[in-house]
């Protein structure tokens, strides 16, 4: 199975795509740049969704959802999202089919069926969103109006891939409204924590944290706030977003609310949203020439269980250790799969955990039993231990949370490896093009000076990190004084 992969070093990109199949994480489906996400993979996904949505709900937030289909009228309403979105944008414009004359057997859209007024399917829910918030805000007690849906959204993406970027994905989206400007700012700095937290606790991938800079902001938002990863290939990924969207959809759709004063007042508002592109970040922090690489947390199967004998007599005695050994680990909250299936060998189910990134292997064998031992194999390091049968359960869940600091102990020695100071253009660009990751180097502050350097090396700032210190510069594209350095790269 994982011999077959391309290697990371030879081509990273075909790596990746083979990965993502050969692990049975999803495939392309017959509509073009959508893909179908497999029940191996949609585990990993429901995993990330509950830890999320925990974490939504302990901040405060309520899920509902929303229609698919937003009226063209409303997509257009804030003009600044509209226009971001518009070149992605699917739109319905008939509502059915019928038998076609000319050809037997094959449909045609009704020409009688055409819409009275076009519908967009949802590349974001902001204008469905806020045109319901209107009829659900009257009073300062109706705020703040905390909310989030998990759903799909569909952008017409012209090059995909599958899980970074397809034309429909799933996600989640938070949209809230507040009495004051602070509140707002408050809560989308919070979902910009919220989201690290979960990157890096559950993930085991470290995140820079930062705002966007103007023409890298979420279309309609007055700031965004984002959590940036390092991939192994030294590219950038946008993981997470928090927008501050100002007073725009309130504006726009004439959200306002009566003060403790007795005044009309326009609410101020956020959104904010992760989506299965995290699943591609999971995949390509950590994952090796082998095949994928798990943090235990999000695992679906955290232990597989493999016995090897000859005979239903050795296996009945190994399953009935095995059996003792599945329910004290479900007793400590760890998913263990025993794997008895006659029609493969052990090599074969060796390889196959390996290549789906199982974190734990125990193996016992009739020598097993009688020496009372388990051989246990880590997939992060792939280092195998004899341990005592007696001691097995208590080490294993030890080396669960040990497994999970190493991924992301080794992920961010990575980062700190290919994070790099730049001070002149000629630095930027030899670093940029032969060693990679982030660089971190002064800018203007000028959107002309960004798009040249964009032009010229293909970079872009991914952000400006929260904790960027202050201190003069100068740009190294325009030579012109900067206050604080921001962070580049190449980016998915």
Known sequence: ???????????????????????????????????????????????????????????????????????????????????GFAKECAVVTHYRLQ???????????????????????????????????????QSHRDLPLLINQWANVFRWEMRTRLFLRTAEFLWQEGHTAHTTKEEAISESKQMQEVYATFAENFMAMPVVKGAKTESERFAGADETYTIEALMQDGKALQAGTSHFLGQNFAKAFDVKYTSKEGKQEYVWATSWGVSTRLIGGLIMTHSDDLGLVLPPKLAPIQVAIVPIYKG????????????????????????????DRDTYRPGAKFAEYELKGVPVRIAIGNRDLENNTVEVARRDTLEKQTISQDEVVD????LLEEI???????????????????????????????????????????????DKIKELTKATIRCIPNDAKEESGSCIYSGKPSSKRVLFAKAY
Not at 395 to 398: D, E, K, L, R, T
């Open 1 to 83: 199975m994982s011999k077959k992969l391309t290697k990371r070093s030879e081509d990273y990109s075909k790596w990746y795509n083979e990965l993502v199949v050969k692990a049975d994480l999803a495939e392309n489906s017959a509509v073009r740049g959508c893909m179908v996400i497999k029940p191996y993979g949609y585990a990993i996904w429901e995993n990330m969704k509950a830890e999320l949505d925990k974490m939504f709900k302990e901040t405060g937030h309520q899920n509902a959802y929303f229609p698919l289909l937003v009226p063209k009228s409303l997509f257009e309403a804030e003009e600044k999202n509209a226009e």
């Open 99 to 137: 038998n076609d004359p000319e050809k037997e057997g094959k449909l045609r859209v009704d020409p009688k069926a055409k819409l009275e007024e076009e519908l967009v399917i949802r590349p974001t829910s902001e204008a469905i969103i806020w045109n319901t918030f209107k009829g659900w805000v």
């Open 312 to 339: 239903e007599e050795q296996l009945a005695a190994i399953s009935e250790k095995v059996n003792v050994f599945v329910k004290e680990l479900k007793a400590k909250g760890i998913s263990v799969k025993f794997d």
């Open 395 to 398: 080490f294993v869940a030890v």
């Open 404 to 450: 999970q600091e190493n991924l992301f102990n080794k992920a961010l020695s990575y980062r700190e490896q290919h994070t790099t100071e730049v001070t002149t253009f000629d630095e930027f660009k030899e670093v940029i093009e032969t060693k990679g990751g982030f660089v971190s180097a002064h800018w203007d502050g000028s959107e002309e000076t960004e």
